[in-house]
């Protein structure tokens, strides 16, 4: 099992549509959880973080926790074309080393 | 502006050669960290580092070493070259702490092994 799993996507949504996107983690001791957004050829810019249960919301971004069912998900409302991107899940652990699950490619359509 | 910068955006290089990625940061972080990228298996961890002349082994630390005699630069070495290092190889730092710093990345650079 992956440290840090999440739904393989490609995911595809009409523009204005609702994404979500979901990852799973196995280290109970996890504290920090952040989504992480890649567009093709470029590096990972961070987009939201999480570290209590509950929801976190910005802009168009909400962040959920659920730290028992070890469940972190982000919420994309009002879906751009611009949104099309990779998302990845971290979870940081021991003496701060991130682990990062595979991402999801969502697509935006017009 | 917090930056962390590579050395390069792409390179070349030739089977068996001894390459250098350079990773520098200016935001007076502790940790550091050199994954790589590739198709299909997400961010992978090669090595990282919490303090000068410290390191820790990743993920997948075979066929890599590294360097960090100052706090701001961390350096990849890929000791013999295979074309199956060819990858997007991403610098990254944060703070230490357990909680709620997150690692900020460098622009990548894209290596290939001819």
Redesign the interface.
Known sequence: QKEVEQNSGPLSVPEGAIASLNCTYSDRGS??F?WYRQYSG?????IM?I?SNGDKEDGRFTAQLNKASQYVSLLIRDSQPSDSATY?C?V????????????TTLTVKP | DVKVTQSSRYLVKRTGEKVFLECVQDMDHENMFWYRQDPGLGLRLIYFSYDVKMKEKGDIPEGYSVSREKKERFSLILESASTNQTSMYLCASSFPDRGNTEAFFGQGTRLTVV
């Open positions: 504290q920090s952040f470029k590096s990972p810019e961070l973080s570290y990845l971290a940081k652990g021991w003496a701060g080393k991130s682990t990062f699950g595979d991402g």
